[in-house]
């Protein structure tokens, strides 16, 4: 069976991705799932914003201090199912199953599936470990 992605937004909510993170590998662990069931994160910079024209003004200068220091990671969470042929039923009980569970239905999902547009750019993505820390 091919490989299927679920993504998971996080924003900047570090503890709930840390939480959802514990939940994974407690299940990985007591189903013993092992290459079945893969987690990355991936945390993405904020863009850095073009400066404003009148940076002489304080209040200018004091709001985008604050704004910096406000600013965080967007992180995401980056599940692959890697499930074989003969196992379709587990497979699709932790498809339908993880989404739903406390840490994760509280933060927008993504599912992609072998053949969609995004799959290639994934798995591609999910390989490299250079964008994405395991955890």
């Not at 503890?15 to 799932?33: D, I, N, S, V």
């Not at 709001?63 to 074989?84: G, M, T």
């Not at 699709?92 to 840490?103: A, G, N, S, Y």
Request: net charge neutral; charged share 40%; hydrophobic share 35%.
């Amino acid at each position: 069976m091919a490989q299927t992605f679920l993504i998971f937004e996080f924003g900047t909510n570090e503890e709930l991705a840390q939480q959802a993170r514990h939940r994974l590998e407690g299940w990985k662990q007591g189903f013993r799932l092992g290459k079945k069931l893969e987690l990355k994160f991936d945390r993405v910079a904020p863009e850095e914003q073009p400066a404003e024209k009148n940076e002489g003004n304080k209040k200018a200068k004091a709001a985008k201090k604050d704004e910096e220091e406000n600013r965080s990671e967007q992180i995401r969470l980056i599940i692959r199912l890697d499930f074989s042929d003969h196992e379709k039923l587990s497979f699709q009980r932790w498809l339908d199953r993880i989404p739903t569970e406390e840490p994760f239905k509280l933060v927008k999902n993504q599912i992609i599936r072998a053949g969609e547009t995004d799959f290639e750019k994934t798995a591609e993505l999910f390989e490299n470990e250079r964008n994405y820390s395991k955890r």
